[in-house]
């Protein structure tokens, strides 16, 4: 008999491999991110349908500015299409929306469109969106090692204070359940800083495939794969 899938309660995605996708294709790599983009959708729909709880997608590292301005200026433009004509659809399927990165070097007209979709979805418990924008795993540490430093400096906290609990609450994932399952699609084995913290006890798994050409079929593996892997009591 078939065995039960253990469905992970939190799925996080490198979407790796849209450049190559394209090119494979003989198209430019703009079309391999939009393609990215659909694919994202699918992706939301499997998650949720599997009952999967919280999503949490790479879309832009720290690294990523210093790509061509080209390419830069598309995806801008991409996300926030995204954030403008998505929102609608998000709440109407009751995601919760959040971005885990620094906000701060986005055009004003992203930030507010990235609050405004925070705000609306704040109150929805049932499925949580992630997406990483701006994000780095060291950047994200120092963040937080800079905030409590400075609770530390005026008195707010003393050293005993500073537990793991506190340091999780100035994350940008605070008051969320760590990964239990990181995918990196196109076949790179690395997480680039890709929730750094977080990633302590979750299972990897790397398939071939690359982003655009992921689906419901392609979550449906990595849940079986999750389900083969010997996950013993406790943190190991
Ligand atoms: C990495 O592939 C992908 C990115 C840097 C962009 C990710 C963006 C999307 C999937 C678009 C959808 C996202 C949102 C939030 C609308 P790559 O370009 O590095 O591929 P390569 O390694 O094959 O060159």
Not at 83 to 111: A, M, W, Y
Request: charge should be positive.
């Amino acid at each position: 008999m078939a065995e039960a899938l253990k469905i992970p309660n939190h799925i996080a995605i490198i979407m790796d491999g849209n450049g190559r996708w394209a090119k494979a294709k003989g198209l430019p790599r703009t079309v391999g991110h939009t393609n990215g983009a659909k694919a994202l959708q699918r992706v939301i729909e499997a998650c949720k349908k599997f009952g999967v709880k919280t999503l949490t997608v790479y879309a832009f590292s720290t690294e990523n500015w210093g790509r061509p301005k080209e390419e830069v200026d598309f995806l801008m433009d991409l996300f926030y299409k995204y954030l403008t004509n998505q929102s609608k659809k998000l709440i109407e399927n009751k995601i919760r929306f959040n971005v885990l990165g620094d906000k701060s070097r986005f055009n004003k007209k992203t930030q507010d469109a990235m609050v405004e979709l925070e705000n609306q979805t704040k109150n929805f418990s049932e499925f949580t969106l992630n997406v990483a924008m701006n994000y780095g795993g060291h950047s994200e540490i120092l963040k937080a090692t800079r905030e409590i430093a400075m609770d530390l400096k005026s008195g707010k906290i003393s050293e005993n204070d500073i537990t793991e609990e506190l340091f999780e609450s100035h994350l940008y994932t605070s008051g969320q359940l760590p990964p239990d399952l990181i995918i990196r699609t196109s076949g790179e084995q690395r997480l680039s800083g890709f929730l750094l913290y977080q990633c302590s006890y979750s299972e990897l798994y790397f398939p071939k495939v690359h982003f655009p050409d992921f689906d419901e079929k392609q979550i449906k593996l990595a849940i079986e794969e999750y389900t083969k892997r010997d996950r013993r009591y406790g943190k190991v």
